[in-house]
């Protein structure tokens, strides 16, 4: 069956930076899209970057552009997101989708997140 | 960005009760919405694609209608396992947004 699994979060002072990662299996990691969505403390979902199924194209939310960076293994079935300048605003629960291959723009399958908290 | 609205804020209905949940779009999203349910703890979960279309595995108490601007989720007999909160979601245009969510309680 399909699992994403969210890793690396923690607590991290602003300026830093922090590598998370999302180990996928049960599907063809390697023809499909990739997000991640985020979500602050008791608030909404915030849709942060997106890379294409070969990872050629990468797209990201104005309030993490030229700060976060998306990438893909495709031989590890590996998805990350390298966050530098951290923000406390960065602060939420970060969660990786995989974007359904039939209904491009929805996520069908979510990790179960992994919490970022920037704070000194 | 296309700003999504939703409301009511939050909904309290007994089971066995319909509920109507509204989104609303800043401009138009022709029927590119989704809806996703998100119990406490726990990720979302697809609910409803391309304004209409259920996902797989979702009962056919939960349907979808709308496009354009303006868009609602009925269920249509809650269950107690439907507390949660309600989101819609656009993929029109990027960045992606989604409405702040809808509350469901129930009684």
């Known amino acids: 069956q399909v699992q994403l699994v969210a890793s690396g979060g923690g607590v991290v002072q602003p300026g830093r930076s922090l590598r998370l990662s999302c180990a996928t299996s049960g599907f063809t990691f390697s023809n499909t899209a990739m997000h991640w969505v985020r979500q602050a403390p008791g608030k909404g979902l915030e849709c942060v970057s997106l890379?294409?199924?070969?990872?050629?194209?990468?797209l990201y939310a104005d309030s993490v552009k030229g700060r976060f960076t998306i990438s893909r293994d495709i031989s590890k079935n590996m998805l990350y997101l390298d966050m530098s300048g951290l923000r406390p605003e960065d602060t939420a629960v970060y969660y990786c989708?995989?974007?359904?291959?039939?209904?491009?723009?929805?996520?069908?399958?979510w990790g179960q997140g992994t919490l970022v908290t920037v704070s000194s | 960005e296309i700003v999504l609205t939703q409301s009511p804020a939050t909904l309290s209905l007994s089971p066995g009760e319909r509920a109507t949940l509204s989104c609303r779009a800043s401009?138009?999203?022709?029927?590119?919405l989704a809806w996703y349910q998100q119990k406490a703890g726990q990720a979302p979960r697809l609910l409803i694609y391309d304004a209409s279309n259920r996902a797989t595995g979702i009962p056919a108490r939960f349907s979808g209608s709308g496009s354009g601007t303006d868009f609602t989720l009925t269920i249509s007999s809650l269950e107690p396992e439907d507390s949660a909160v309600y989101y819609c979601q656009q993929r029109s245009n990027w960045p992606f947004t989604f409405g702040p969510g809808t509350k469901v309680d129930i009684k």
């Open positions: 401009q138009s999203v022709s029927s590119y």
């Open positions: 989708a995989r974007e359904n291959r039939l209904h491009y723009g929805y996520y069908d399958y």
């Open positions: 890379i294409t199924y070969d990872g050629t194209n990468t």
